[in-house]
C-alpha cells in the first residue's frame, strides 16, 4: 500500500493505467473537502450546476480540474450521499425512485433507500475533482470508468497480492455516487458498479462501460499489480 502520499508519482500511475487498460478516458481523482481552507489554491468551483457523475465525466473526459459546493450540485441524491446535503423527503420515504417506476411499492424503494451509502449529512462543504495524472490534491478515491475486461484486470490486481475474493455492492441507483465514490472512501475497499440510469445518460457512460472506485491509498499497489497480472502467461491480453 502506498504510506506516503508525497511520494506517488500520479502522473506515471495515470500513465499506466490509461495504457494497461485501454481506457478511453483519464482515471479521475476525487476528495471530500471538509471546509472552504482544505481547498488548494489555485483551483476554482464549477461554474454550472450538474451532477456528481456529470462532474466526473468533466475530469475523465475534459480534463478539468474544479471543486463543487453543495449548492453546485444538481442530483439531491448524490449531493446526500456525498455528504453534501441533507436526504430529502422524497428520497427518505421511497417515493423519488418509485414515481421513476425503479420500483413496485414505495417500501421497495425505501428499503433500498436505508441501505444507500451515505457520509454524514453537510460533513462535507465541497467535492473536488481532476484527472488522476494532473491532480493538485491528493485524492480519498481513484474512479475508473471502462469495460469489463479493464474491470477483469483490476480485480484481479486487487486480489493479486493477498488474494480472497471481491463483494461488489449495488443497487442499480447511484452508481457514481453512492457505490463508487461514498460506500469505497467509508469501506476502504474497491467496489464495481453497473453504472446506473442517470448516470448513463448525464455522464456519458457506455453502454460497455463500467464503473469502479478503489481507495488512493491503494495506487502504488494496484497499479504495480497491474503490471504483473497484465503481464502473466495466463491474461487474456485487451
Known amino acids: ?30 476528495r471530500f473537502a471538509a471546509t472552504k481552507e482544505t481547498i488548494p489554491e489555485g483551483i476554482e468551483e464549477v461554474p454550472e450546476t450538474i451532477r456528481h457523475c456529470g462532474m466526473v465525466s468533466l475530469a475523465r473526459k475534459e480534463g478539468k480540474i474544479f471543486y463543487a459546493t453543495a449548492d453546485k450540485h444538481l442530483c439531491n441524491g448524490g449531493a446526500w450521499s456525498l455528504g453534501l446535503r441533507p436526504i430529502t423527503q422524497s428520497l427518505k420515504d421511497g417515493e423519488f425512485y418509485y414515481k421513476l417506476g425503479k420500483f413496485e411499492s414505495d417500501a421497495s424503494c425505501k428499503r433500498t433507500i436505508d441501505q444507500i451509502p451515505h457520509l454524514e449529512p453537510c460533513t462535507t462543504y465541497a467535492t473536488m475533482y481532476a484527472p488522476l495524472g494532473k491532480t493538485p490534491f491528493i485524492p480519498h478515491v481513484i474512479m475508473i470508468i471502462a469495460n469489463p475486461f479493464a474491470m477483469l484486470k483490476l480485480a484481479q490486481a486487487s486480489l493479486y497480492h493477498l488474494g480472497g475474493r471481491l463483494h461488489p455492492s449495488f443497487a442499480g441507483i447511484q452508481s457514481v455516487c453512492a457505490d463508487v465514490t461514498a460506500l469505497t472512501y467509508l469501506s476502504g475497499e474497491m467496489n464495481i458498479s453497473l ?3 442517470g448516470s448513463r445518460k448525464f455522464s456519458g457512460i457506455a ?6 472506485g478503489f481507495p488512493a491509498e491503494r495506487l502504488d499497489e494496484i497499479v504495480d499489480a497491474l503490471r504483473i497480472v497484465c503481464a502473466a502467461p495466463g491474461s487474456q491480453k485487451k
Open 1 to 30: 500500500m502506498t504510506s506516503t502520499t508525497e511520494t506517488v508519482d500520479y502522473a506515471a500511475s495515470a500513465a499506466a493505467l490509461t495504457s494497461l487498460l485501454g481506457l478511453s478516458g483519464s482515471p479521475v481523482a476525487i
Open 195 to 197: 453504472g446506473c440510469d
Open 207 to 212: 453502454p460497455d462501460e463500467m464503473v469502479m
